[in-house]
């Protein structure tokens, strides 16, 4: 063994023993290891992690005395580590003791001098990690030694913030008792409030109120009492409307309304619905002067132009028709919410699928469309939450092309799963004029990019499954669309371009219900068919003949689709291969006739590279080009 290879796993001990808190053995560890040994031992990092991190994340306090005391180790040195679930980055081990509740190790760090207001990655401070899961004493101990309850982490939230939202009624007293900024807003304009309205801590919000907090509105326009209706707090809902200096005639309505509609979709309680209707009716008529419900207000086809309940009558016959009251709860959500929010298209989108889930596809389709729509007007391009609805969209045709094939093969009756191909068309549209947006962005997110290149890629693929069914004006359509994706010569992740995905075995988008699979094909046949760059290379020089040769089984009509598009047979990689090097020991004439594919300019190019003979300068430039890729 070498001297690293003992380094490596004298470093690897000793952060398993500082990890399961072994003290013994990690004094037996470095027992005879040499000072600037033991040093370099507790300062490295094993999977992100110090020894001592991992020591005051796990609450060793004999562990964490002895590395800090008797091998010197970095009192600040952070380190990554796991809460619930979630990774956080560069954090110090005051941080990791405060956050797990480990008190002897914080009062221990701090009396070594540790900086109480440290912070992670993110901005979050020992104070704060302390209050997300309500160490009270460690709370109080920080301050008193000098923490700043007033730091907020990246997101603009205090420890005031997170000690409402997780609800912990002490803390949040405490911290209110410091004369902290109550109405401080993050970085989305929320408030303490706001975080007690979501997290349902009315005893807190209570204080908040006693000590000046206001009824402001965030980023998307909600008031704390908006964000309780959304979330079902009604033990909220009727203190914040049952106090009128705190909340206006026409927010106390608003917020019944809202309210019913979170019972309809969330809790699906359609008597409590109609109860808070009709309390928002007799708010609304019963009392001087009448607030009016918006008139003259368009219809919307997504909605089957329905329009919301006006009269008592209506709305006493709605609890006969649960799918109407499901879209009056749209309908209300949509205009006291605004479609800037997202639990709107959320909904929309949710009872679109209950629609697709008992065969009503074009109500789902109707309905999915119109959230779309209303996302790539108001997003940014690119944005998760479109990438989501377009990856259903993906989803859903691919069900539906599968439900028709077996329905086509099948003596039982299926349900009705026929597809349009004008339905498809549309949706491929929308994903090219995403990612046409998205080049226009000055900062855009490789990641986001590969995902709706992928989706609109199998999106064509299923239109290239069911090209010969069009009329000729669709097909022509169709391919004017894969025209405008190609055009944009874009590159997902590892440089790959469309066509290079289509080759790929990796591109897969759908894998619930792969009506299609790639490598495909008729989707390769397209790309071509509009002037893709059949030799186009990836950042590791491989072209889409080489992704192909990955393919298990490698498809011979997708190989000679290529090579009759102009792919070079004999086209190297940065590693020096070609597809016949990458065939894994399968016969190339098992494939293709070598010789039907093979110009005289390859052979030429070959003799040249093989026998090293000088080149460059000495031939056109692209001729030169030429060499170099074979």
Request: proline content about 4%; overall charge negative; some cysteine.
């Amino acid at each position: 063994m070498s001297v690293d290879d003992e380094k490596m796993t004298l470093d690897r001990q000793c952060f398993d023993a500082a990890r399961d808190g072994l003290l013994t053995y990690l004094r037996a560890l470095l027992a005879e290891e040499p000072p600037e040994s033991v040093s370099q031992v507790v300062s490295c990092k094993t999977e992100g992690k110090t020894p001592l991190v991992m020591a005051c994340r796990n609450g060793h306090l004999g562990v964490v005395e002895y590395l800090v005391d008797r091998c010197n180790a970095d009192i600040e040195q952070s380190g990554q580590v796991v809460f619930d679930g979630d990774t956080i980055e560069g954090a110090p081990p005051l941080w990791c003791a405060a956050a797990a509740g480990h008190f002897e190790i914080v009062k221990f760090l701090v009396r070594r001098g540790a900086k109480v207001n440290s912070v992670c990655r993110s901005n979050s401070t020992p104070l704060r990690a302390a209050c997300y899961d309500g160490h009270f004493e460690i709370v109080k101990f920080l301050i008193k030694h000098g923490a700043d309850a007033s730091i907020s982490n990246r997101h603009g939230h205090t420890c005031l913030m997170i000690a409402c939202y997780k609800g912990h009624y002490n803390i949040a007293k405490y911290l209110l008792s410091l004369n902290v900024d109550v109405n401080f807003k993050s970085v989305k304009g929320n408030t303490a409030l706001h975080d007690c309205a979501e997290s349902g801590s009315l005893s807190i919000m209570k204080l908040l109120i006693e000590r000046g907090a206001k009824m402001d509105v965030d980023a998307y326009g909600m008031t704390p009492l908006l964000g309780a209706c959304v979330t079902g707090h009604a033990s909220i809902v009727e203190y914040l409307i049952g106090t009128p200096s705190l909340v206006t005639r026409q927010e106390r309505i608003d917020a019944l309304e809202l309210l019913g509609t979170t019972y309809v979709d969330k809790m699906r309680d359609m008597l409590e619905t109609i109860k808070l209707w009709r309390r928002a009716m007799e708010e609304r008529y019963n009392v001087e002067p009448k607030i009016e419900k918006p008139r003259d207000v368009e219809t919307k086809e997504a909605y089957e132009h329905a329009r919301e309940f006006r009269t008592f009558e209506e709305l006493d016959d709605l609890l006969s028709d649960p799918d109407e009251m499901r879209m009056q709860a749209l309908l209300i959500r949509e205009r006291i919410l605004g479609p800037a929010h997202p639990d709107t298209c959320y909904y929309i989108r949710f009872r679109g699928a209950v629609y697709a889930d008992v065969g009503k596809f074009s109500r789902t389709i109707s309905l999915w469309n119109y959230a779309l729509e209303m996302q790539q007007t108001l997003l940014e391009p690119l944005n998760p939450m479109t990438q989501s609805s377009l990856f259903s969209f993906a989803e859903l045709f691919s069900f539906m092309m599968e439900e028709q094939s077996l329905a086509q093969t099948s003596s039982r009756n299926r349900p009705s799963a026929i597809i349009n191909p004008q339905d498809v068309m549309y949706v491929f549209s929308k994903a090219i004029e995403e990612l046409s947006k998205g080049m226009k962005m000055k900062v855009v997110d490789l990641a986001h990019v590969h995902r709706v290149l992928a989706i609109s890629l199998y999106l064509a693929c299923l239109l290239a499954k069911i090209l010969a069914t069009m009329t000729e004006e669709q097909k022509h359509q169709v391919r004017q669309m894969v025209y405008s994706l190609v055009s944009f010569k874009l590159v997902g992740r590892n440089g790959c371009t469309a066509l290079h995905l289509a080759c790929s075995s990796n591109a897969i988008v759908v894998g619930k219900y792969p009506a299609c699979r790639f490598p495909s094909t008729p989707l390769v046949e397209l790309l071509c068919s509009v002037g893709a760059d059949v030799n186009a290379r990836d950042w590791a020089g491989n072209t889409p003949l080489h992704l192909a040769a990955q393919a298990d089984p490698i498809p011979v009509d997708l190989v000679q689709a290529l090579l009759k598009a102009g792919a070079h047979l004999d086209y190297v990689n940065h590693a020096g291969e070609t597809f016949k090097d990458l065939l894994a020991g399968q016969p190339l004439h098992q494939l293709v006739n070598e010789l039907h594919f093979t110009k005289l300019s390859c052979l030429a190019a070959r003799v040249i590279r093989q026998h090293k003979i000088p080149f460059e300068g000495e031939m056109p430039a692209c001729l030169e080009s030429v060499v170099t890729n074979h």
